[in-house]
Protein backbone atom coordinates (compact mmCIF):
# COMPACT_ATOMS: atom_id res chain seq x y z
CA UNK A 1 0.00 0.00 0.00
CA UNK A 2 2.70 2.22 1.32
CA UNK A 3 4.82 1.84 -1.71
CA UNK A 4 2.00 2.48 -4.41
CA UNK A 5 1.08 6.11 -2.51
CA UNK A 6 5.16 6.89 -3.10
CA UNK A 7 4.89 5.90 -6.59
CA UNK A 8 1.82 8.10 -7.03
CA UNK A 9 3.52 10.87 -5.57
CA UNK A 10 6.32 10.29 -7.78
CA UNK A 11 4.70 10.36 -10.98
CA UNK A 12 2.82 13.32 -10.04
CA UNK A 13 5.51 15.67 -9.23
CA UNK A 14 7.48 14.34 -12.33
CA UNK A 15 5.14 15.16 -14.53
CA UNK A 16 4.15 18.54 -13.02
CA UNK A 17 6.72 21.01 -15.25
CA UNK A 18 5.98 24.04 -13.47
CA UNK A 19 7.35 22.38 -10.67
CA UNK A 20 10.65 21.09 -11.84
CA UNK A 21 11.24 24.26 -13.29
CA UNK A 22 11.10 26.34 -9.94
CA UNK A 23 12.64 23.28 -8.28
CA UNK A 24 15.41 22.73 -10.38
CA UNK A 25 15.63 25.36 -13.08
CA UNK A 26 15.11 28.32 -11.37
CA UNK A 27 17.85 27.87 -9.00
CA UNK A 28 20.40 26.85 -11.25
CA UNK A 29 20.25 30.15 -12.62
CA UNK A 30 19.89 31.54 -9.77
CA UNK A 31 23.34 30.39 -9.07
CA UNK A 32 25.15 30.60 -11.82
CA UNK A 33 23.82 34.71 -12.21
CA UNK A 34 24.33 35.66 -9.02
CA UNK A 35 28.21 33.88 -8.39
CA UNK A 36 28.90 35.43 -12.06
CA UNK A 37 27.41 38.87 -11.40
CA UNK A 38 29.17 39.13 -7.49
CA UNK A 39 31.70 37.61 -8.09
CA UNK A 40 34.03 40.69 -8.00
CA UNK A 41 31.99 41.65 -4.63
CA UNK A 42 33.08 38.60 -3.09
CA UNK A 43 36.56 38.33 -4.74
CA UNK A 44 39.47 37.84 -2.20
CA UNK A 45 42.02 39.39 -4.52
CA UNK A 46 43.68 42.84 -4.97
CA UNK A 47 41.33 45.38 -6.73
CA UNK A 48 42.70 45.78 -10.40
CA UNK A 49 41.64 48.89 -12.11
CA UNK A 50 41.04 49.11 -16.08
CA UNK A 51 43.43 51.74 -17.04
CA UNK A 52 44.63 53.53 -19.96
CA UNK A 53 48.10 55.58 -20.48
CA UNK A 54 48.15 58.60 -22.71
CA UNK A 55 52.04 59.58 -22.34
CA UNK A 56 51.73 62.89 -24.54
CA UNK A 57 55.26 64.16 -22.68
CA UNK A 58 58.03 62.73 -24.23
CA UNK A 59 60.57 63.14 -21.33
CA UNK A 60 62.44 60.47 -18.77
CA UNK A 61 60.70 61.07 -16.00
CA UNK A 62 57.22 60.62 -17.64
CA UNK A 63 58.62 57.34 -19.33
CA UNK A 64 59.41 56.05 -15.93
CA UNK A 65 56.23 56.83 -14.31
CA UNK A 66 54.50 55.13 -17.41
CA UNK A 67 56.73 52.13 -16.53
CA UNK A 68 55.92 52.15 -12.78
CA UNK A 69 52.11 52.10 -13.52
CA UNK A 70 52.39 49.40 -16.34
CA UNK A 71 54.37 47.07 -13.46
CA UNK A 72 51.78 47.93 -10.83
CA UNK A 73 49.69 44.95 -10.83
CA UNK A 74 46.51 47.24 -9.98
CA UNK A 75 46.89 48.60 -13.00
CA UNK A 76 45.38 46.59 -16.04
CA UNK A 77 45.87 48.52 -19.13
CA UNK A 78 43.20 47.93 -21.27
CA UNK A 79 41.59 48.99 -24.53
CA UNK A 80 40.25 53.14 -24.37
CA UNK A 81 36.59 51.70 -24.64
CA UNK A 82 36.86 49.31 -21.88
CA UNK A 83 39.20 51.84 -19.43
CA UNK A 84 37.78 53.34 -16.36
CA UNK A 85 40.42 55.60 -15.73
CA UNK A 86 42.29 57.18 -18.26
CA UNK A 87 45.60 58.55 -17.12
CA UNK A 88 46.55 61.54 -19.35
CA UNK A 89 50.47 62.63 -18.77
CA UNK A 90 50.54 66.53 -20.20
CA UNK A 91 53.58 67.70 -22.42
CA UNK A 92 56.03 69.16 -19.55
CA UNK A 93 55.54 66.92 -17.02
CA UNK A 94 58.59 65.91 -16.60
CA UNK A 95 60.63 69.40 -17.12
CA UNK A 96 62.97 69.52 -14.51
CA UNK A 97 63.84 73.25 -15.31
CA UNK A 98 60.61 74.10 -15.08
CA UNK A 99 58.98 76.16 -11.83
CA UNK A 100 55.72 74.50 -11.97
CA UNK A 101 55.14 70.93 -13.87
CA UNK A 102 51.65 70.69 -15.35
CA UNK A 103 49.44 68.35 -12.96
CA UNK A 104 48.54 64.67 -14.54
CA UNK A 105 44.70 64.53 -15.77
CA UNK A 106 42.38 61.43 -14.33
CA UNK A 107 39.42 60.53 -16.94
CA UNK A 108 36.98 58.37 -14.82
CA UNK A 109 34.07 56.67 -15.87
CA UNK A 110 31.03 57.80 -15.24
CA UNK A 111 29.88 54.76 -13.39
CA UNK A 112 32.66 54.83 -10.88
CA UNK A 113 32.01 54.88 -7.20
CA UNK A 114 33.83 57.36 -4.97
CA UNK A 115 36.11 54.98 -3.06
CA UNK A 116 36.86 53.27 -6.14
CA UNK A 117 38.03 56.36 -7.52
CA UNK A 118 40.04 57.47 -3.94
CA UNK A 119 41.43 54.07 -3.81
CA UNK A 120 42.54 54.66 -7.39
CA UNK A 121 44.14 58.20 -6.41
CA UNK A 122 45.78 56.52 -3.39
CA UNK A 123 47.33 53.61 -5.79
CA UNK A 124 49.33 56.50 -8.54
CA UNK A 125 49.89 58.74 -5.73
CA UNK A 126 51.90 56.33 -4.29
CA UNK A 127 53.80 55.75 -8.08
CA UNK A 128 54.12 59.38 -8.34
CA UNK A 129 55.58 59.84 -4.75
CA UNK A 130 58.05 57.09 -5.49
CA UNK A 131 58.96 58.62 -8.43
CA UNK A 132 59.82 62.44 -7.13
CA UNK A 133 61.50 60.72 -3.75
CA UNK A 134 63.63 58.97 -6.27
CA UNK A 135 64.09 62.38 -8.15
CA UNK A 136 65.29 63.81 -4.62
CA UNK A 137 67.28 61.14 -3.82
CA UNK A 138 69.07 61.69 -6.79
CA UNK A 139 69.80 65.38 -6.40
CA UNK A 140 70.49 64.93 -2.82
CA UNK A 141 73.41 62.19 -3.28
CA UNK A 142 75.27 65.00 -5.00
CA UNK A 143 75.58 66.86 -2.33
CA UNK A 144 75.51 64.32 1.00
CA UNK A 145 75.72 60.23 0.72
CA UNK A 146 73.91 60.52 4.09
CA UNK A 147 70.70 62.23 3.10
CA UNK A 148 70.38 60.14 0.11
CA UNK A 149 69.94 57.30 1.99
CA UNK A 150 68.08 58.89 4.77
CA UNK A 151 65.69 59.91 1.95
CA UNK A 152 65.64 56.34 -0.13
CA UNK A 153 65.29 54.14 3.10
CA UNK A 154 61.61 55.98 3.07
CA UNK A 155 59.02 53.29 2.03
CA UNK A 156 55.46 53.69 0.68
CA UNK A 157 54.32 50.35 0.30
CA UNK A 158 51.94 49.36 2.87
CA UNK A 159 53.51 45.83 4.12
CA UNK A 160 56.54 48.37 4.68
CA UNK A 161 54.81 50.87 6.94
CA UNK A 162 51.88 48.93 8.42
CA UNK A 163 51.77 45.27 10.30
CA UNK A 164 48.25 44.70 9.34
CA UNK A 165 46.42 41.91 11.91
CA UNK A 166 42.88 40.44 12.31
CA UNK A 167 42.25 40.03 15.56
CA UNK A 168 39.37 37.21 14.81
CA UNK A 169 39.83 34.93 11.85
CA UNK A 170 36.99 34.55 9.75
CA UNK A 171 36.33 32.95 6.25
CA UNK A 172 34.22 34.72 3.83
CA UNK A 173 33.16 33.22 0.87
CA UNK A 174 33.57 33.72 -2.87
CA UNK A 175 30.48 34.32 -4.50
CA UNK A 176 29.68 30.40 -5.51
CA UNK A 177 30.43 29.45 -1.88
CA UNK A 178 28.11 32.05 -1.47
CA UNK A 179 25.48 31.26 -3.97
CA UNK A 180 25.62 27.65 -4.20
CA UNK A 181 24.23 27.03 -0.39
CA UNK A 182 21.66 30.24 -0.88
CA UNK A 183 20.04 28.99 -3.86
CA UNK A 184 20.08 25.03 -2.69
CA UNK A 185 18.30 26.43 0.68
CA UNK A 186 16.21 29.00 -0.74
CA UNK A 187 15.07 26.49 -3.71
CA UNK A 188 14.69 23.54 -1.55
CA UNK A 189 11.81 25.45 0.14
CA UNK A 190 9.89 25.54 -3.04
CA UNK A 191 9.09 22.86 -2.57
CA UNK A 192 5.81 24.27 -1.23
CA UNK A 193 4.79 24.78 -5.14
CA UNK A 194 3.90 20.64 -6.28
CA UNK A 195 3.03 19.70 -2.60
CA UNK A 196 0.68 22.65 -1.93
CA UNK A 197 -0.67 22.00 -5.43
CA UNK A 198 -1.02 18.04 -5.33
CA UNK A 199 -2.21 17.98 -1.51
CA UNK A 200 -4.79 20.61 -1.97
CA UNK A 201 -6.37 19.46 -5.14
CA UNK A 202 -6.85 15.88 -3.54
CA UNK A 203 -8.62 17.77 -0.81
CA UNK A 204 -10.66 19.29 -2.78
CA UNK A 205 -11.58 16.34 -5.06
CA UNK A 206 -11.94 14.28 -2.02
CA UNK A 207 -9.06 11.78 -3.00
CA UNK A 208 -8.14 11.99 0.56
CA UNK A 209 -11.30 11.05 1.69
CA UNK A 210 -11.76 8.68 -0.55
CA UNK A 211 -8.42 7.29 0.30
CA UNK A 212 -9.41 7.44 3.99
CA UNK A 213 -12.52 5.59 3.02
CA UNK A 214 -10.12 2.96 2.04
CA UNK A 215 -8.43 2.51 5.62
CA UNK A 216 -5.60 4.75 4.82
CA UNK A 217 -4.73 6.84 7.88
CA UNK A 218 -3.49 10.89 7.91
CA UNK A 219 -0.09 9.20 9.14
CA UNK A 220 0.22 7.28 6.01
CA UNK A 221 -0.91 10.16 3.92
CA UNK A 222 1.82 11.89 5.43
CA UNK A 223 4.58 9.88 5.29
CA UNK A 224 4.04 8.78 1.23
CA UNK A 225 3.93 12.58 0.73
CA UNK A 226 7.41 13.06 2.86
CA UNK A 227 9.42 10.32 1.22
CA UNK A 228 9.47 11.38 -3.20
CA UNK A 229 10.05 14.71 -1.56
CA UNK A 230 12.86 14.23 0.53
CA UNK A 231 14.48 11.90 -2.83
CA UNK A 232 13.59 14.91 -4.68
CA UNK A 233 15.45 17.30 -2.48
CA UNK A 234 18.75 15.44 -2.51
CA UNK A 235 18.34 15.42 -6.21
CA UNK A 236 17.66 18.77 -5.91
CA UNK A 237 20.95 19.43 -3.91
CA UNK A 238 23.41 17.52 -6.02
CA UNK A 239 22.45 19.10 -9.17
CA UNK A 240 23.02 22.50 -7.67
CA UNK A 241 26.53 21.50 -5.98
CA UNK A 242 27.13 20.17 -9.93
CA UNK A 243 26.12 23.95 -11.40
CA UNK A 244 28.85 25.24 -8.83
CA UNK A 245 31.39 23.43 -9.31
CA UNK A 246 31.49 22.25 -13.48
CA UNK A 247 28.70 25.12 -15.43
CA UNK A 248 29.98 28.13 -13.27
CA UNK A 249 33.44 27.79 -13.87
CA UNK A 250 32.91 28.13 -18.45
CA UNK A 251 31.47 31.79 -16.94
CA UNK A 252 35.43 32.47 -15.32
CA UNK A 253 34.33 32.60 -11.98
CA UNK A 254 35.52 29.98 -9.20
CA UNK A 255 34.49 26.45 -8.58
CA UNK A 256 32.78 25.35 -5.76
CA UNK A 257 35.28 23.09 -3.93
CA UNK A 258 33.75 20.78 -1.35
CA UNK A 259 36.53 21.06 1.27
CA UNK A 260 34.54 19.60 4.30
CA UNK A 261 32.81 16.11 4.60
CA UNK A 262 30.59 14.78 1.93
CA UNK A 263 28.55 12.70 4.90
CA UNK A 264 28.05 15.68 6.69
CA UNK A 265 26.52 17.77 3.57
CA UNK A 266 24.76 14.64 2.78
CA UNK A 267 23.01 14.56 6.56
CA UNK A 268 22.57 18.40 6.33
CA UNK A 269 21.37 18.56 3.19
CA UNK A 270 18.75 15.65 4.51
CA UNK A 271 17.87 17.56 7.56
CA UNK A 272 17.11 20.83 5.41
CA UNK A 273 14.75 18.37 3.58
CA UNK A 274 12.61 17.36 6.39
CA UNK A 275 12.61 20.98 7.35
CA UNK A 276 11.60 22.21 4.16
CA UNK A 277 8.79 19.25 4.05
CA UNK A 278 7.63 20.03 7.19
CA UNK A 279 7.04 23.49 6.29
CA UNK A 280 5.35 22.64 2.95
CA UNK A 281 3.09 20.48 4.58
CA UNK A 282 1.63 22.53 6.95
CA UNK A 283 0.90 25.38 4.33
CA UNK A 284 -0.52 22.77 1.96
CA UNK A 285 -2.99 21.63 4.96
CA UNK A 286 -3.70 25.38 6.48
CA UNK A 287 -4.68 26.54 2.84
CA UNK A 288 -7.75 26.54 1.38
CA UNK A 289 -6.69 26.79 -2.12
CA UNK A 290 -3.78 26.30 -4.49
CA UNK A 291 -2.96 30.32 -4.87
CA UNK A 292 -3.40 30.66 -1.14
CA UNK A 293 -0.80 27.78 -0.92
CA UNK A 294 1.47 29.63 -3.14
CA UNK A 295 1.51 32.99 -1.71
CA UNK A 296 1.74 31.86 1.55
CA UNK A 297 4.34 29.73 0.37
CA UNK A 298 6.18 32.90 -1.39
CA UNK A 299 6.07 35.45 1.32
CA UNK A 300 7.00 32.82 3.86
CA UNK A 301 10.46 31.94 2.07
CA UNK A 302 10.68 35.40 1.40
CA UNK A 303 11.05 36.30 4.73
CA UNK A 304 12.58 33.79 5.92
CA UNK A 305 15.49 33.76 2.63
CA UNK A 306 15.93 37.82 3.93
CA UNK A 307 15.88 37.10 7.80
CA UNK A 308 17.98 34.13 6.93
CA UNK A 309 20.68 35.70 4.79
CA UNK A 310 19.63 34.64 1.39
CA UNK A 311 19.30 37.95 0.59
CA UNK A 312 21.82 39.82 2.26
CA UNK A 313 24.49 37.76 2.92
CA UNK A 314 25.12 37.49 7.16
CA UNK A 315 28.34 38.64 7.39
CA UNK A 316 27.37 41.98 5.85
CA UNK A 317 24.23 42.57 8.33
CA UNK A 318 24.71 44.49 11.72
CA UNK A 319 25.49 42.84 14.19
CA UNK A 320 21.53 43.19 15.62
CA UNK A 321 20.36 41.33 12.10
CA UNK A 322 22.79 38.78 12.52
CA UNK A 323 21.27 37.96 15.73
CA UNK A 324 17.97 37.77 14.10
CA UNK A 325 18.69 35.67 11.44
CA UNK A 326 19.19 33.15 13.57
CA UNK A 327 15.91 32.52 14.07
CA UNK A 328 15.29 31.35 10.34
CA UNK A 329 16.06 27.79 9.60
CA UNK A 330 17.48 29.06 6.27
CA UNK A 331 19.84 30.63 7.82
CA UNK A 332 21.11 27.29 10.34
CA UNK A 333 21.17 25.01 6.74
CA UNK A 334 23.11 28.23 5.29
CA UNK A 335 25.72 28.15 7.95
CA UNK A 336 26.33 24.16 7.79
CA UNK A 337 26.35 24.61 4.26
CA UNK A 338 29.22 27.12 4.62
CA UNK A 339 31.02 25.14 7.29
CA UNK A 340 31.19 22.59 4.90
CA UNK A 341 31.55 24.40 1.86
CA UNK A 342 34.06 27.40 3.18
CA UNK A 343 35.41 26.01 6.31
CA UNK A 344 36.32 22.35 5.46
CA UNK A 345 34.42 21.51 8.45
CA UNK A 346 33.54 17.88 9.42
CA UNK A 347 30.69 16.00 10.45
CA UNK A 348 30.17 16.79 13.91
CA UNK A 349 30.78 20.66 13.09
CA UNK A 350 26.87 20.56 11.37
CA UNK A 351 25.08 18.31 13.91
CA UNK A 352 23.46 21.33 15.83
CA UNK A 353 22.29 23.43 12.78
CA UNK A 354 21.18 19.70 11.27
CA UNK A 355 19.34 18.90 14.70
CA UNK A 356 17.92 21.76 15.00
CA UNK A 357 16.53 21.41 11.40
CA UNK A 358 15.18 18.09 12.11
CA UNK A 359 13.47 19.00 15.09
CA UNK A 360 11.68 22.28 12.90
CA UNK A 361 10.43 19.91 10.12
CA UNK A 362 9.21 17.32 12.64
CA UNK A 363 7.33 19.69 14.74
CA UNK A 364 5.48 21.14 11.56
CA UNK A 365 5.17 17.28 9.85
CA UNK A 366 3.31 16.15 13.56
CA UNK A 367 1.44 19.50 13.27
CA UNK A 368 0.18 18.74 10.10
CA UNK A 369 -0.59 15.44 10.44
CA UNK A 370 -2.95 16.14 12.85
CA UNK A 371 -4.19 19.21 10.97
CA UNK A 372 -5.25 17.10 8.00
CA UNK A 373 -6.50 14.38 10.48
CA UNK A 374 -8.89 16.42 11.39
CA UNK A 375 -9.90 18.28 8.23
CA UNK A 376 -10.79 14.66 6.90
CA UNK A 377 -12.80 13.98 9.87
CA UNK A 378 -15.25 15.93 8.58
CA UNK A 379 -16.24 13.98 6.14
CA UNK A 380 -17.73 15.23 2.60
CA UNK B 1 -30.98 -6.19 6.33
CA UNK B 2 -27.62 -4.81 5.53
CA UNK B 3 -27.42 -1.59 7.21
CA UNK B 4 -29.48 -0.57 10.13
CA UNK B 5 -29.77 2.86 11.17
CA UNK B 6 -31.08 3.39 14.53
CA UNK B 7 -31.92 6.65 16.04
CA UNK B 8 -28.64 8.60 15.17
CA UNK B 9 -28.17 11.85 15.55
CA UNK B 10 -25.23 14.07 14.37
CA UNK B 11 -24.70 17.44 15.66
CA UNK B 12 -22.29 20.29 14.13
CA UNK B 13 -22.37 22.89 16.81
CA UNK B 14 -25.59 23.96 17.75
CA UNK B 15 -26.94 21.91 14.35
CA UNK B 16 -28.23 18.60 14.06
CA UNK B 17 -27.16 17.37 10.92
CA UNK B 18 -29.03 13.93 11.58
CA UNK B 19 -32.06 14.17 14.26
CA UNK B 20 -32.40 10.61 15.57
CA UNK B 21 -32.34 8.68 11.97
CA UNK B 22 -33.45 5.46 11.83
CA UNK B 23 -33.61 3.63 8.57
CA UNK B 24 -33.05 0.33 7.21
CA UNK B 25 -31.53 -1.24 3.67
CA UNK B 26 -32.18 -4.43 2.27
CA UNK B 27 -29.26 -6.56 0.88
CA UNK B 28 -29.08 -6.58 -3.27
CA UNK B 29 -30.99 -3.31 -3.72
CA UNK B 30 -30.73 -0.16 -5.18
CA UNK B 31 -31.51 2.61 -2.27
CA UNK B 32 -32.75 5.63 -3.51
CA UNK B 33 -31.69 8.30 -0.36
CA UNK B 34 -33.73 11.74 -1.33
CA UNK B 35 -33.32 14.61 0.39
CA UNK B 36 -32.80 18.99 -0.63
CA UNK B 37 -29.63 20.81 -0.45
CA UNK B 38 -29.15 20.74 3.67
CA UNK B 39 -31.35 17.58 4.48
CA UNK B 40 -28.57 14.99 6.24
CA UNK B 41 -27.40 13.01 3.07
CA UNK B 42 -23.64 13.86 2.60
CA UNK B 43 -23.33 13.13 6.56
CA UNK B 44 -25.50 10.12 6.20
CA UNK B 45 -22.88 8.86 3.75
CA UNK B 46 -19.87 10.05 5.85
CA UNK B 47 -20.97 8.50 8.77
CA UNK B 48 -21.90 5.24 7.00
CA UNK B 49 -17.77 5.61 5.45
CA UNK B 50 -16.57 5.96 8.74
CA UNK B 51 -15.79 9.54 8.27
CA UNK B 52 -17.36 11.28 10.74
CA UNK B 53 -18.31 9.92 14.01
CA UNK B 54 -21.93 10.08 15.56
CA UNK B 55 -22.66 11.63 18.60
CA UNK B 56 -25.82 9.05 19.51
CA UNK B 57 -27.53 5.99 18.17
CA UNK B 58 -26.25 2.77 16.76
CA UNK B 59 -25.22 1.84 12.98
CA UNK B 60 -25.23 -1.77 11.91
CA UNK B 61 -23.30 -2.61 8.66
CA UNK B 62 -23.51 -6.20 7.79
CA UNK B 63 -23.94 -7.17 11.32
CA UNK B 64 -20.85 -4.73 11.92
CA UNK B 65 -20.76 -2.23 14.47
CA UNK B 66 -19.55 0.90 12.78
CA UNK B 67 -17.88 1.93 16.27
CA UNK B 68 -16.37 -0.99 16.68
CA UNK B 69 -15.53 -2.62 13.50
CA UNK B 70 -14.87 0.34 11.25
CA UNK B 71 -12.25 -1.30 9.54
CA UNK B 72 -13.64 -4.19 8.52
CA UNK B 73 -16.44 -2.22 7.64
CA UNK B 74 -14.49 0.18 5.02
CA UNK B 75 -13.09 -3.21 3.78
CA UNK B 76 -16.64 -4.43 2.42
CA UNK B 77 -17.75 -0.81 1.18
CA UNK B 78 -17.23 1.81 -1.15
CA UNK B 79 -17.59 4.95 -1.94
CA UNK B 80 -18.29 7.70 -5.42
CA UNK B 81 -17.74 10.68 -4.11
CA UNK B 82 -19.31 13.41 -6.24
CA UNK B 83 -16.44 15.27 -7.25
CA UNK B 84 -13.79 13.22 -9.36
CA UNK B 85 -11.70 12.28 -6.47
CA UNK B 86 -8.87 10.57 -8.75
CA UNK B 87 -5.69 12.11 -9.97
CA UNK B 88 -6.28 14.06 -13.29
CA UNK B 89 -2.08 13.99 -14.36
CA UNK B 90 -2.18 9.76 -13.88
CA UNK B 91 -3.62 7.63 -16.81
CA UNK B 92 -6.40 5.91 -16.54
CA UNK B 93 -4.82 2.57 -15.85
CA UNK B 94 -2.33 4.05 -13.43
CA UNK B 95 -5.41 5.72 -11.65
CA UNK B 96 -7.04 2.28 -11.23
CA UNK B 97 -3.25 0.49 -10.47
CA UNK B 98 -3.02 2.89 -7.45
CA UNK B 99 -7.02 2.12 -6.00
CA UNK B 100 -6.23 -1.62 -6.25
CA UNK B 101 -2.94 -1.88 -4.81
CA UNK B 102 -3.50 0.30 -1.58
CA UNK B 103 -6.40 -1.68 -1.01
CA UNK B 104 -4.72 -4.94 -2.16
CA UNK B 105 -7.47 -6.19 -4.70
CA UNK B 106 -7.49 -8.52 -7.07
CA UNK B 107 -6.20 -8.31 -10.45
CA UNK B 108 -9.69 -9.86 -11.46
CA UNK B 109 -11.76 -7.30 -9.45
CA UNK B 110 -9.63 -4.93 -11.63
CA UNK B 111 -10.32 -6.20 -14.61
CA UNK B 112 -14.45 -6.15 -13.85
CA UNK B 113 -14.25 -2.63 -12.83
CA UNK B 114 -12.37 -1.54 -16.25
CA UNK B 115 -15.01 -3.84 -18.49
CA UNK B 116 -18.25 -2.75 -16.19
CA UNK B 117 -17.73 0.55 -16.75
CA UNK B 118 -16.25 0.50 -20.42
CA UNK B 119 -12.34 1.93 -20.21
CA UNK B 120 -10.53 -0.87 -21.65
CA UNK B 121 -10.31 2.31 -24.88
CA UNK B 122 -8.87 4.69 -22.49
CA UNK B 123 -6.69 2.78 -20.31
CA UNK B 124 -3.72 4.61 -21.50
CA UNK B 125 -5.39 8.45 -21.32
CA UNK B 126 -4.24 10.96 -19.06
CA UNK B 127 -7.29 11.22 -16.73
CA UNK B 128 -7.32 14.61 -17.62
CA UNK B 129 -8.15 14.32 -21.64
CA UNK B 130 -11.25 12.19 -21.11
CA UNK B 131 -14.59 13.35 -21.19
CA UNK B 132 -17.04 14.14 -18.58
CA UNK B 133 -18.72 10.85 -19.01
CA UNK B 134 -15.99 8.85 -19.22
CA UNK B 135 -14.29 10.68 -15.92
CA UNK B 136 -17.41 10.04 -14.02
CA UNK B 137 -16.94 6.31 -14.78
CA UNK B 138 -13.31 5.93 -14.13
CA UNK B 139 -14.71 7.63 -10.88
CA UNK B 140 -16.96 5.12 -10.52
CA UNK B 141 -14.48 2.06 -11.34
CA UNK B 142 -12.31 2.71 -8.71
CA UNK B 143 -15.29 2.09 -6.53
CA UNK B 144 -15.82 -1.10 -7.68
CA UNK B 145 -12.18 -2.18 -6.84
CA UNK B 146 -11.95 -3.47 -4.01
CA UNK B 147 -15.37 -5.90 -5.05
CA UNK B 148 -17.56 -4.14 -2.28
CA UNK B 149 -20.68 -5.67 -0.47
CA UNK B 150 -21.96 -2.29 -0.31
CA UNK B 151 -21.24 0.88 -2.63
CA UNK B 152 -22.47 4.24 -2.18
CA UNK B 153 -22.82 7.10 -5.18
CA UNK B 154 -23.01 10.49 -4.20
CA UNK B 155 -25.28 12.29 -7.07
CA UNK B 156 -22.66 10.39 -9.73
CA UNK B 157 -24.31 12.42 -12.90
CA UNK B 158 -24.11 15.63 -11.71
CA UNK B 159 -22.99 17.74 -14.75
CA UNK B 160 -22.81 15.29 -17.63
CA UNK B 161 -24.78 14.77 -20.84
CA UNK B 162 -27.70 12.48 -20.86
CA UNK B 163 -25.97 9.68 -23.18
CA UNK B 164 -23.21 9.54 -20.60
CA UNK B 165 -25.80 9.79 -17.87
CA UNK B 166 -28.14 6.56 -19.41
CA UNK B 167 -24.30 4.78 -19.40
CA UNK B 168 -23.82 5.36 -15.94
CA UNK B 169 -27.34 4.46 -14.30
CA UNK B 170 -26.32 0.97 -16.48
CA UNK B 171 -23.14 0.73 -14.51
CA UNK B 172 -25.07 0.98 -11.53
CA UNK B 173 -27.59 -1.77 -12.77
CA UNK B 174 -24.30 -4.02 -13.65
CA UNK B 175 -23.32 -3.45 -9.88
CA UNK B 176 -26.71 -4.08 -8.50
CA UNK B 177 -26.51 -7.60 -10.90
CA UNK B 178 -23.11 -8.18 -9.38
CA UNK B 179 -24.78 -8.79 -6.13
CA UNK B 180 -23.64 -5.17 -4.33
CA UNK B 181 -26.06 -3.31 -2.34
CA UNK B 182 -26.21 0.32 -3.52
CA UNK B 183 -27.10 3.55 -1.51
CA UNK B 184 -27.68 6.07 -4.30
CA UNK B 185 -28.33 10.17 -3.76
CA UNK B 186 -29.22 12.16 -6.42
CA UNK B 187 -31.38 15.47 -7.45
CA UNK B 188 -32.65 14.17 -10.42
CA UNK B 189 -36.03 11.75 -9.51
CA UNK B 190 -36.09 10.38 -13.33
CA UNK B 191 -32.95 8.56 -12.45
CA UNK B 192 -34.73 7.20 -8.85
CA UNK B 193 -37.34 5.99 -10.34
CA UNK B 194 -35.29 4.30 -12.95
CA UNK B 195 -33.10 2.88 -11.40
CA UNK B 196 -33.94 2.11 -7.70
CA UNK B 197 -36.56 -0.39 -5.78
CA UNK B 198 -36.44 1.28 -2.58
CA UNK B 199 -36.40 4.87 -1.48
CA UNK B 200 -35.77 7.20 1.50
CA UNK B 201 -36.98 10.62 1.48
CA UNK B 202 -34.87 12.95 4.29
CA UNK B 203 -35.65 16.30 5.37
CA UNK B 204 -34.01 18.46 8.14
CA UNK B 205 -31.74 15.05 9.54
CA UNK B 206 -34.88 13.20 9.75
CA UNK B 207 -36.60 10.56 7.98
CA UNK B 208 -39.74 11.36 5.95
CA UNK B 209 -40.66 8.02 4.43
CA UNK B 210 -39.40 4.90 3.14
CA UNK B 211 -40.44 1.97 1.10
CA UNK B 212 -40.30 0.54 -2.19
CA UNK B 213 -40.87 2.52 -5.57
CA UNK B 214 -43.44 0.89 -6.43
CA UNK B 215 -45.35 1.32 -3.37
CA UNK B 216 -44.59 4.96 -3.16
CA UNK B 217 -45.55 6.03 -6.70
CA UNK B 218 -48.79 3.30 -6.49
CA UNK B 219 -50.30 4.79 -2.96
CA UNK B 220 -49.85 8.31 -3.61
CA UNK B 221 -50.81 7.71 -7.59
CA UNK B 222 -48.36 10.51 -8.70
CA UNK B 223 -45.22 11.33 -9.84
CA UNK B 224 -41.96 10.91 -7.90
CA UNK B 225 -40.79 14.37 -7.99
CA UNK B 226 -44.17 15.97 -7.30
CA UNK B 227 -44.75 13.88 -4.32
CA UNK B 228 -40.53 14.43 -3.28
CA UNK B 229 -41.57 18.25 -3.36
CA UNK B 230 -44.75 17.96 -1.30
CA UNK B 231 -43.21 16.18 1.31
CA UNK B 232 -40.13 18.40 1.57
CA UNK B 233 -42.07 21.82 1.42
CA UNK B 234 -44.25 20.20 4.60
CA UNK B 235 -41.03 19.81 6.65
CA UNK B 236 -39.33 23.27 5.34
CA UNK B 237 -42.97 24.98 6.48
CA UNK B 238 -42.94 23.18 9.63
Given amino acids: MFSAMVKKEFLLVLRDKQALLALFVMPAIFILIMSVAMRDIFSQESIHFDTVIVNADKSAISKTLEKDITANKSFSLVEQEDASFIIYIPKGYGDENSAKSPKIEIEVKGSAKSDVIELFKAKLLKEVVDLKLGIITERLSEFSDEAAAAVSSVKLSTDALFDLRYNEKEEVPNATQQSVPTWIVFGMFFIIIPMSTIYINERKQHTLVRLNSMNVSAFSMTLSKIIPYLFIAQIQVWVMVAVGMFIVPLFHTPALEINGSVAGLVFLSFALSVAAVGLSSLIAVIADSTEQATTIGGISNILLGSIGGVMVPKFFMPETMQTLANISPMSWGLDGFLDIFLKGGDFFTIVNESLMLLLFGAVLLTVSMLLLNRRLSRGF | ?238
Fill in chain 2, 1 to 238: MVIKVSNVTKRYGDINALDGLSLEIKKGRIFGLLGVNGAGKSTLLSILNGLTNIDEGTIEIFGLDLKKEIAEIKNISSIVPQNLAFYEKLTVKENLEFFSNIQKASKENYIKAIEINNLSEFLNQEAFTLSGGQKRRLNMAIGLLNDPQIIYFDEPTVGIDPKSRNDILDSIKAYKDLGITVVYTSHYMNEIEKICDDVAVIAKGKLIEQGTLKEILQTKSETLEKHFLALTSEVQDV
